[in-house]
């Protein structure tokens, strides 16, 4: 297996490189990491160069945050459309390779994107939230909305860096991201000696990434990081025999389901995402089981069994 990846950008080479790692291991999934490995490594790379949080910090109030309000709760993230015709200069070519099955409609994309790129960049950036798709002829809502979140990705998620320092040092205990208000859509556990704030166990402490910007934050590990339910009875995992070091936190209150990597065993640690793919199949699983996830993400479609990349 050997993805076609940026050598500029750090992240990026190890993208590719736990890809390769992971569809050895597991080759029933080489072809999904395949799929996916150049498209997540280009996007590291766009979130290298990106400028991210332009202009004076966001004004928010410490307080509040610490009671619960996110940084952006009040302005959101900065528009990042005029940034997408550029991405997407980068981007499309790469989907097109890996996504096959998607080669007309990212043509399509790719003669809009040139022939008026910015009503193009502005229908994509709003396709993830909506089903008008009027300027994008002949592409379907669903391929513009998961066309226009990949695009989006690696300039909000460089936003959230930059903005990080700001509230890195503030306390926050709340199931949503610090940064956007979002919902978590991947986890681990980390080994970490600190204060006993947080019950770590043998499993080590539990960070949370959030499935809109990527932001990581630390949260109780008995505890649903959805509904904030802590009743033991009603909070359980998914994981396989082979694997056992990757499952899905399911909660039966809120019926929800949250992938997570127990680092604390692991010589090396996966990129996040590429540990995401390689457990779609804990992933498939729970949604057979009648869980939904917390966050969309880039993979959940492949969960619910469209055509393949």
Same mark, same amino acid.
């Given at each position: 297996?050997?993805?076609?990846?940026?050598? +500029?950008? /750090?992240?990026?080479?190890?993208?590719? #490189? *736990? !890809?390769? %790692?992971?569809?050895?291991?597991? &080759?029933?999934?080489?072809?999904?990491?395949?799929?996916?490995?150049?498209?997540?490594?280009?996007?590291?790379?766009?979130?290298?160069?990106?400028?991210?949080?332009?202009?004076?910090?966001?004004?928010?109030?410490?307080?509040?945050?610490?009671?619960?309000?996110?940084?952006?709760?009040?302005?959101?993230?900065?528009?990042?459309?005029?940034?997408?015709?550029?991405?997407?200069?980068?981007?499309?070519?790469?989907?097109?390779?890996?996504?096959?099955?998607?080669?007309?409609?990212?043509?399509?994309?790719?003669?809009?994107?040139?022939? +008026?790129? /910015?009503?193009?960049?502005?229908?994509? #950036? *709003? !396709?993830? %939230?909506?089903?008008?798709?009027? &300027?994008?002829?002949?592409?379907?809502?669903?391929?513009?909305?998961?066309?226009?979140?990949?695009?989006?990705?690696?300039?909000?998620?460089?936003?959230?860096?930059?903005?990080?320092?700001?509230?890195?040092?503030?306390?926050?205990?709340?199931?949503?991201?610090?940064?956007?208000?979002?919902?978590?859509?991947?986890?681990?556990?980390?080994?970490?000696?600190?204060?006993?704030?947080?019950?770590?166990?043998?499993?080590?402490?539990?960070?949370?990434?959030?499935?809109?910007?990527?932001?990581?934050?630390?949260?109780?590990?008995?505890?649903?990081?959805?509904?904030?339910?802590?009743?033991?009875?009603?909070?359980?995992?998914?994981?396989?025999?082979?694997?056992?070091?990757?499952?899905?936190?399911?909660?039966?209150?809120?019926?929800?389901?949250?992938?997570?990597?127990?680092?604390?065993?692991?010589?090396?640690?996966?990129?996040?995402?590429?540990?995401?793919?390689?457990?779609?199949?804990?992933?498939?699983?729970?949604?057979?089981?009648?869980?939904?996830?917390?966050?969309?993400?880039?993979?959940?479609?492949?969960?619910?069994?469209?055509?393949?990349?």
């Amino acid at each position: 297996m050997t993805p076609d990846c940026p050598s +500029d950008s /750090d992240e990026a080479r190890t993208i590719c #490189a *736990d !890809a390769a %790692r992971l569809g050895r291991e597991i &080759p029933a999934l080489a072809s999904l990491l395949d799929g996916f490995a150049p498209l997540l490594a280009e996007q590291a790379a766009i979130k290298a160069e990106a400028p991210g949080w332009i202009g004076d910090a966001p004004d928010f109030d410490p307080e509040l945050f610490c009671k619960g309000r996110p940084l952006l709760a009040e302005t959101g993230f900065q528009d990042v459309t005029p940034d997408i015709p550029l991405a997407a200069k980068r981007i499309l070519p790469v989907m097109a390779r890996c996504f096959p099955g998607l080669g007309a409609e990212i043509d399509a994309l790719a003669r809009a994107m040139s022939t +008026d790129p /910015d009503r193009t960049a502005a229908a994509l #950036a *709003d !396709a993830p %939230r909506t089903e008008d798709v009027g &300027p994008l002829a002949g592409v379907s809502p669903e391929t513009a909305a998961f066309v226009g979140q990949e695009l989006v990705r690696p300039l909000i998620h460089r936003q959230a860096e930059t903005l990080s320092p700001l509230i890195k040092d503030l306390p926050w205990r709340f199931t949503v991201c610090p940064t956007c208000g979002g919902h978590p859509g991947f986890s681990w556990f980390q080994k970490l000696r600190e204060e006993a704030e947080y019950i770590t166990g043998h499993g080590g402490a539990r960070y949370l990434r959030c499935g809109e910007c990527g932001t990581w934050w630390r949260y109780k590990r008995v505890s649903c990081p959805g509904c904030g339910n802590e009743d033991p009875s009603g909070l359980s995992f998914l994981r396989s025999t082979e694997r056992p070091y990757e499952r899905a936190d399911v909660c039966a209150a809120c019926n929800r389901y949250l992938l997570c990597l127990d680092t604390t065993e692991l010589i090396h640690i996966p990129h996040p995402d590429v540990a995401a793919l390689a457990m779609m199949p804990l992933e498939i699983t729970a949604r057979d089981r009648g869980y939904q996830p917390f966050a969309g993400h880039h993979r959940s479609a492949m969960a619910d069994g469209p055509d393949a990349p």
